[in-house]
């Protein structure tokens, strides 16, 4: 099935312009497969698939193809393998790290025309979906049975694209991210070749069976293979909820606050840092009246009397690092208008600095070291001279910082990369990681190095070039193909 080159890689790529065309012939090849509805090489079609939420420069593939099965997508890996010609799986194209750019050419796999949700299994909470199918597409068809599939990327990003970036967002808290949830996936390989990682139909909550290859896949960014289905674990809708907001003077008494909360074991669903430059934008684009200063977002759900203990323990906590303005709701709009502010902090902040491309870091630490690690972003963005509102995930640890700048000009780009490169590092230092959830994609594949050091390094490159050994599957991300040759 799958088999290591004969030739060494480097002679097979004497440069990288080995990688086929994709020329008349070979959209007739795929045609003849999915049908001539199904693929495209209009511009207009191949810009918009090679185009992410990243600032990184969008790279147009050469042709746009839609299968609608499982096995459209293998037939077309077939051809592509045999002509060498670059795979890109495409989602919903909201991902924050350049994933989905034709660095090298090559058909952009666009997976919007899978959307069946095969099934809903209710009383054992596992759903499996095809591709195409979108994180709100899910919960809007399950929260009749009382359901929820908590993993909430501010964007309405495909299940499967969250699969391959091993997305989180503010529930992982309580829910944990992608890798805690996906169950099992059908991933086609570059060579075509249909896998199921745990084993077709298997949904078991857990297993000791042999190697670990759905998370494998999960986080691979398409390098791997194109994952056409997968199944997911879903949780019951509490019984009640109630959303709260605190506002401190500082941010060191902010996060020390979420330490201490953790630190209680008080079981919250959710907890944001939101620091003053990043409510003030909030303010102006969701209409909030915010007092702009350090401030955390919380949820706490369970019963309406346990939900309550827990909101006033959460009170005594922040009162006691100097907190203001502590109020909690549970009425469903007003938590609503909240948690849609916040999923709406990247477009709040896009919007207060228009004609700027915007990048957002994604440290994550261990929380321990989550105070200062936020006062050092703050303090190196102040002598930097760079705008920082910040938002985090802070529960986990996780936060990011928005950079901007304008692409035209080099100084301020290379300004914003420095400024990431030494926060990730700080992070680093500290035992954390460069990203917690948006993935490695192009910006961050050097961090990777220093993140796992030579020997992981070493080891993710055998996995790749084993499961991939032309290298047609998303060229470029993850790991430089200069290190793969
Ligand atoms: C406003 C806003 C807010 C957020 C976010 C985005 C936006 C716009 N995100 C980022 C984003 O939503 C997240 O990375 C998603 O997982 C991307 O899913 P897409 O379907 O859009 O994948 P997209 O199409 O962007 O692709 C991303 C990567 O996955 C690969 N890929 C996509 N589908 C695939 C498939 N079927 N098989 C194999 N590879 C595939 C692509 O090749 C690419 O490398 C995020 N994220 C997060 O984790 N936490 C957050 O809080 C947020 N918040
Ligand atoms: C500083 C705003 C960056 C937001 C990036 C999107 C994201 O992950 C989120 O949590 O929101
Ligand atoms: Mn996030």
Redesign the pocket.
């Known amino acids: 099935m799958l088999r290591l080159p004969t030739r060494t890689l480097r002679s097979t790529f004497r440069s990288l312009s080995s990688y086929g065309k994709v020329d008349d012939k070979i959209v007739s090849l795929i045609c003849n497969i999915v049908g001539p509805d199904n693929v495209t090489t209009s511009e207009s079609a191949r810009n918009l698939h090679g185009t992410?939420?990243s600032f990184h420069p969008t790279r147009a593939p050469e042709a746009v193809v839609t299968p609608l099965s499982t096995s459209h997508v293998s037939e077309v890996m077939k051809i592509c393998n045999s002509h060498r010609i670059p795979v890109?799986?495409?989602?919903?194209?909201?991902?924050?790290e350049g994933?989905?750019g034709a660095l090298y050419g090559g058909v952009c796999m666009a997976?919007h025309k899978m959307t069946e949700i095969v099934e809903v299994n209710q009383s054992d909470f596992d759903a499996t979906v095809r591709?195409g199918v979108t994180r709100h597409q899910l919960n809007d068809w399950i929260r009749a049975d009382g359901l929820h599939f908590p993993i909430d990327?501010?964007?309405g990003?495909?299940v499967?694209?969250?699969c391959?970036?091993s997305?989180?967002?503010?529930n992982a808290v309580r829910y944990g991210t992608m890798r805690e949830n996906v169950l099992n996936m059908e991933v086609v390989l570059a060579d075509g070749t249909v896998i199921h990682t745990a084993g077709e139909g298997r949904r078991p909550k857990k297993t000791s069976c042999g190697y670990n290859l759905t998370n494998l896949f999960v986080g691979s960014?398409?390098t791997l293979?194109?994952?056409?289905q997968a199944t997911v674990r879903l949780h019951g809708i509490p019984e009640a909820t109630a959303a709260a907001i605190s506002s401190f003077d500082s941010v060191q008494n902010a996060v020390d606050t979420v330490v201490m909360i953790l630190q209680c074991g008080l079981p919250l669903a959710r907890i944001e840092f939101l620091n003053s430059d990043m409510i003030s934008a909030c303010n102006k684009f969701s209409n909030l009246q915010l007092k702009e200063a350090p401030t955390l977002f919380l949820e706490f759900i369970g019963s309406p009397s346990g939900v309550e203990e827990q909101a006033m323990l959460a009170e005594e906590l922040c009162v006691g690092n100097g907190g203001e303005n502590f109020s909690w709701a549970t009425e469903h709009s007003e938590r609503e208008q909240l948690w849609k502010a916040r999923?709406?902090c990247?477009?709040a902040v896009k919007a207060t600095y228009p004609g700027k491309h915007a990048y957002s870091t994604d440290v994550v630490v261990p929380v321990s070291h989550l105070p200062e690690t936020v006062v050092f972003c703050h303090e190196l963005a102040g002598e930097m001279g760079v705008p920082a509102p910040i938002v985090g995930?802070v529960g986990d640890g996780n936060f990011h910082c928005f950079l901007l700048s304008n692409q035209d000009d080099e100084t301020e780009t290379l300004r914003i990369k420095d400024f990431s490169r030494k926060l990730a590092l700080k992070a680093q230092s500290f035992g954390g990681s460069c990203t917690g959830?948006?993935?490695i994609?192009l910006g961050k594949r050097e961090l990777l190095i220093e993140e796992v050091g030579t020997g992981a390094f070493e080891t993710m490159k055998i996995v790749k070039k084993s499961l991939d050994p032309l290298l047609i599957m998303?060229p470029g991300?993850v790991i430089d193909l200069d290190h793969l040759l």
Do not use: L, Q, R
Not at 88 to 96: L, S, W
Not at 225 to 228: A, K, L, P, R, S
């Open positions: 992410d939420e890109i799986p495409f989602g919903t194209g909201t991902g924050f994933g989905v997976m591709a990327p501010g964007a990003a495909s499967c694209g969250m391959s970036t997305a989180s967002g503010t960014e398409g293979g194109v994952i056409t999923h709406n990247w477009y995930h959830e948006h993935g994609g998303n991300k």
